[in-house]
């Protein structure tokens, strides 16, 4: 990717890919309720099911933390389904925290 404001970090094992995770770093332009600040939004994360639970998840997210760090962001964000409670305990065990609810209606 030759765009300097996103970036997919591969986590490798005995030469397959076993996880990734695409980041994105955006502009926040502030406004009434917040000043400017540049964030990083995960935009997709996925690991295989065998190589869950071992660390390689912890390991892509340190990496896009890293890379966060070095390009001055002041956050770093995801979405995730309600219903992936799985994923939620691991967000939160590493320290995510809710920042921002997004609600959805149906018409």
């Not at 065998?50 to 660390?55: I, L, N, V």
Request: charged share 25%; net charge positive; glycine share 10%.
């Amino acid at each position: 990717m030759r765009d300097p404001d996103q970036r997919l970090f591969g986590a490798v094992n005995d030469g397959r890919v076993i996880g990734f995770v695409h980041a994105q770093i955006f502009q926040n332009p502030g406004g009434r309720a917040h000043k400017p600040f540049r964030f990083v939004s995960i935009e997709l994360i996925a690991v295989t099911a065998a190589h869950q639970r071992r660390g390689v998840g912890r390991a892509l997210i340190d990496a896009v933390k890293d890379w966060a760090r070095s390009r001055k962001a002041r956050i770093v964000h995801l979405g995730v389904y309600e219903f992936n409670q799985a994923a939620i305990a691991f967000y939160e065990k590493i320290g995510f925290k809710v920042g921002i609810r997004y609600m959805e209606l149906t018409p």
